[in-house]
């Protein structure tokens, strides 16, 4: 037993170390999502959920590597009536936002961490092309819905009313009653 | 020998039927469980880490993965509760060693309607109505609670969360035995439909209990129920649901803690409804809620104890409440309510008891600062059996840092005498004889407790919480009654100022959802009472240790648990019928341990497999009850399949 103390401690460290739980995080923003009264309506035969990531910062590289496993069980799950579909896309490698939204017509886009400068522009093309935007990991303004995990790795809501609003969303109070509102 | 055969018993394992429900539409994930915010505690959204109370919350997947195949079975894995299973499929549950007659010590709720009986208060738990596989999560409030639940949450709250809009069809089977030649089977389905307004659900399920050697020494109970559910959410400022379930219960009782070879049939319907207007910035929202329940037991055969006979009993209320939310971020919670109580059964007055009752009660929760906390409550309820009278609580919290908190908390809560326990006038059914006459001058039980709590919760999804606690009781006093059934139903009250001490310790780390282990632990020590055999909701024990761990994850199309839990209790004394028998049973040891595998071949189906093993070590057998507690060995074996 004793061998095994050193071996049991290198693994608790091990794991501690690991990132926090970015899985939760996409779980609480699809739900809190769908308390969208316009969802179904929005959507058509899928729900495209387009994540957009920037390979050039560490946090958006690895928030996406956490998320993997999740994103693969969370494809084909239901949302707004319609069946879910995921697709990535690289900020720092696309040719153009545009291009990405006419291939893909998605119904939300969500932001990762290192992407703030793109945020803006994505915020006002949301209003333009009808789709919804979410932020992992931190709280972005412009978003509509936003999850943080706080301190004691508990997820935080935050919804945007202004954003949501305007990019045609209408949250339950289900939800708002949950959520951090701005 | 006896250590050998524990030991297999313990690798043995059970299985035990549970679905891991509701995953494929998003919408049916429960964002309150995600973001462990908990609602039975407090009107303010709190979650487990700055509740002003100790909570535990078993989730959908705690309860999927348990192994387990009852609901007192799970709740033995909660800090503080105290289960026993006094005959196969009977439980007493209790919490911090506050007692009482029978099954009266908690609180139960099933989505917020109270599930103990108004003629005794017990709680009949094999007949709630629904399985394992259909609860979303527990959450258990230890503590006094009468401020947000009334005069009967006391100790502790039980609330059973479902979700009424899974319609998903799912059956399984678990058979398996015990020692002194007892075996079981539970044989369930469930099914149901609708969509988001409407739902609907039925379950049926049929449980057998009896000895191999004597077919005549056992029970079986049957149960079937619907739940119809509408939820009232449309755009704008209102809100609202509604919600019937009614349910059968039949019972065929051949076993002496029932009755002798008797038939019990038990209607009962629930119908609540709610309705939220939502106002603006500081008046945030007036709710009006109501609710009815109907029970009713009919006996087709032969008693041999008056309580068990036909009992009708109905109570309605309606509620309003109106939330503010006051300047720096804190809230008050204002609300009145009304209600009326109607008991009739044959060992009652004729025409049985019409009561009234009524109750205002106020909460506020303020922040003070950064750091500080502050919650407090006052309830007042009228009742004709007790007067007026009152309960409180408050709490004080520290954010000693991002992920330590500290808190103390302290409450003074009653539970109100049944209408057994404050029957003045009790005759017996079969020749009429008057068995209880006289005008009993009551004073309720009285729970008043401090705990200091410590929450520690990492960002890596670490969680540690240990929290010692003291309590004083007052007894149950009920003066001036003939001494006849009860003979010494008079009591006396403790007059010391400590009557129980405690610790309790939880911890869980929930870094991703493939490996989640969780442990709890309890140690307590309950002050003897003056005579236990002269008293009526007095604390029952005196010692108790219970400890619990669990893990549970998920790999790949694959999702596991496995728990064990292990108790000692020094003593325990449980009153069971009327006349009040009490049962007292020495528990050295008594181990369990449980695994859960649950495999998803496609996109809906789900098949389950599970194993359930427990024993006593040693085993003692003081009980005169056949199958009374402590069981022996148990194996049971489950199979689960849903659609």
Redesign the interface.
Known sequence: MKRLFPLVVAVVLC????P??A??CM??L???A??D?NLSDRVGAEATLLIAYNSRDAESMETLRSNQAERAR?S?????GAD?KIVEVDLRTMVSWDEEIESHHPDAVLVLPGTDSWIPAIAEDAVRSGYFTLGHGHEPHGVAISVS?G???????TVDRGVAEATGM?L????L??AVVR | MRVVSTVAALLVGVWSPLAFAG?????D?D??G????VVTESDH?R?T?NAPASVTVLSHEDIALSGVASIPDLLRRVPGLQVVEVSPGNFVVAARGFGGLQDNNVLVLVDGGPMNTLADGSVRWSGLPMGLHQIDRIEVIRGPLSTLYGANASSAVVNIITDPSDPRPMAGVTFGGRSERLFERLIWASGGGGGDLLSWRVNVRGNDVRTTSNRQAGQRIGGLGTDVSMLF?P?G?W?GSARLAWTLDMRRGENAVVANRVHYVEPTTMLTAGT?Y?VGTFVDSLSLEGGYVARQTSLLGEALTPTQDETQEAGGHATATLRLNLPAGGSVIAASGFGTDRVSAPYLPAGGDFFAHGHVRGTWAQPLGERWLVDAGYRVDNHVLTGTRGSWRSSVQLQFT??TLFRVSGGSAYRRPSWIEAASRFRDPADNVILLEGEAELQPQRNTSIEAAM?Y???????FRPTVFVGSFDSLISQDSSPFVFKSFHSVQSERWLDTVGVEVEASW????T?VPRMAFTAMHIADPVDTSQTVGVPEQNSRFTASASVRGEVGRVRYGVSADWMSARRFDTAVGLPVQRITTNIPAMARMGSEVHYTPG?DGIVSVGALAETNVPSTRQSPLPGAAPLGTRVMVTLMVRE
């Open positions: 794991l501690a170390g690991a926090p739980r899985d939760v779980r609480v699809l739900r809190a769908s308390f009264r969370l084909g799950m239901r949302l707004g879910l995990l301190a004691d790795a508990r997820p935080v809501v209408d339950s109070s289900q939800l009653r949950l | 995953d494929d539409d998003i919408e994930w964002l309150e995600l973001l462990q915010v959204e979650t880490a959410n755009k400022r809100s939220t939502t991002e992920q929450v919760a990492s960002s890596y999804g670490l969680a929930e870094r991703d959802t490996f996109r």
